[in-house]
Each structure stands twice: as structure tokens, then as C-alpha cells.
T-cell receptor, first 111, second 116 residues
């Protein structure tokens, strides 16, 4: 069964303390992997799409990478405004119509 | 440019009533997805629609739930005879393409349904 697991569930960092969030997936053929940011009471906001192992995408303090089994979201020198829940989702080649979301990592960056 | 709009933002219904959630996609987007999110959980796919067509409804309960995306007007998610377990945040997302094109989705702010 297609599945997405994110870890850790929650992460507390000091401002400037770099770290990584993990997204492990089991799908029958990966079509695309997506990272979103969700603030409390709001809808997810698109960050990145990755399609193949070895691919990397960057945006400000965020960098997403992809292997055949997992993706990492690296946060370099985070700021308090980076506090949010980060969600990853996968689209399987076996069914383009559905997107499977992980439960998210809740990031809290303390000043 | 207007993003995805959902209304109402908050909806309170008594058990047994009907809930009707509306979603207006980004202008020019013809692909709409509905998701349900329970507290501290991820988004669960419910249904994928194109204009006047339901493409995939495999994530939607077979009873009481229905969805439509008419040629004109917003997409509607309808829940009949609501029960307490239907209480959740319902998100709509739109995309300029779907299926094989693997396009990112743009989400609305959600409708928070509370069943009393």
C-alpha cells in the first residue's frame, strides 16, 4: 500500500540551529514528491516538487533532496518565521489522480 | 490574482443536518481536489474532479458524501446527515493540470466543520 511517513513529529530548534526533516515513502513508482508548509489555521502552501532521485531544489533557507526511498528538507540557520508544520506528499505512477500526504513535522524555532 | 477561495470558513451543524462546502479554484484551473484533515493528522485525499466530471472518488465515503464541479460556479462538497465524526477541516486545492502532468496544487484556507 502506498504510504508516506514523516519524522520527527515535532522539532524544536534555536534560531540559527540547522537541521533536517525526513519524509520516507513507499509507492509503486514515484511520479512526484511535493513539500508544503502549513501555518496554523491555514491551507498548505506549496514549496517544492521533486521528480527523480538525486534531484535538489532550494529556496531561501530551505533545500529539498530526494533519494529512491526518502526526501529530506534541510533548514539552514532557521528563523522564528520558519516555524510551521511541513508536509510532504507523493504522487504514484500507478494512480496519478491521488496524492498521499504524511502527517507532517511541526517545527518550532525559538529566538 | 485571487487564490483558491473556500466558504464558509467555519460551519457549525447539528447531527443529521446537511453541510455544503464551496470551493472556487484559481482562475483558469480546471482540476479540483478535496481533502479532509483531522487534528494532528495529515491530509486525506477524498475526491478529484474536473469540470463536470468526477475523476477519482476513491477516498470519499460511499454514503452521505458527494461532490460536484459544474461547468459554471464553484465546486461543492456535500455531506448529508452529518455525524460528529465528520468534524474536521476540509481543504480544497486546484491545479492547472492533473493526472500525468504531476502539477503542484494550490490550497484554499479550508472550511472547519463542527458537528454538535
Amino acid at each position: 500500500e502506498d504510504q508516506v511517513t514523516q519524522s520527527p513529529e515535532a522539532l524544536r530548534l534555536q534560531e540559527g540551529e540547522s537541521s533536517s526533516l525526513n519524509c520516507s515513502y513507499t509507492v509503486s513508482g514515484l511520479r512526484g514528491l511535493f513539500w508544503y508548509r502549513q501555518d496554523p489555521g491555514k491551507g498548505p502552501e506549496f514549496l517544492f516538487t521533486l521528480y527523480s532521485a538525486g534531484e535538489e531544489k532550494e529556496k531561501e533557507r530551505l533545500k529539498a533532496t530526494l533519494t529512491k526511498k526518502e526526501s529530506f528538507l534541510h533548514i539552514t540557520a532557521p528563523k522564528p518565521e520558519d516555524s510551521a508544520t511541513y508536509l510532504c506528499a507523493v504522487q504514484a505512477s500507478s494512480n496519478f489522480n491521488k496524492f498521499y500526504f504524511g502527517s507532517g513535522t511541526k517545527l518550532n524555532v525559538k529566538p | 490574482n485571487a487564490g483558491v477561495m473556500q466558504n464558509p470558513r467555519h460551519l457549525v451543524r447539528r447531527r443529521g443536518q446537511e453541510a455544503r462546502l464551496r470551493c472556487s479554484p484559481v482562475k483558469g484551473h480546471s482540476h479540483v481536489y478535496w481533502y479532509r484533515q483531522l487534528p494532528e493528522e495529515g491530509l486525506k485525499f477524498m475526491v478529484y474532479l474536473q469540470k463536470e466530471n468526477i475523476i477519482d472518488e476513491s477516498g470519499m465515503p460511499k454514503e452521505r458524501f458527494s461532490a460536484e464541479f459544474p461547468k459554471e460556479g464553484p465546486s461543492i462538497l456535500r455531506i448529508q446527515q452529518v455525524v460528529r465524526g465528520d468534524s474536521a477541516a476540509y481543504f480544497c486545492a486546484s491545479s492547472p493540470r492533473g493526472g500525468r502532468s504531476s502539477y503542484e496544487q494550490y490550497f484554499g484556507p479550508g472550511t472547519r466543520l463542527t458537528v454538535t
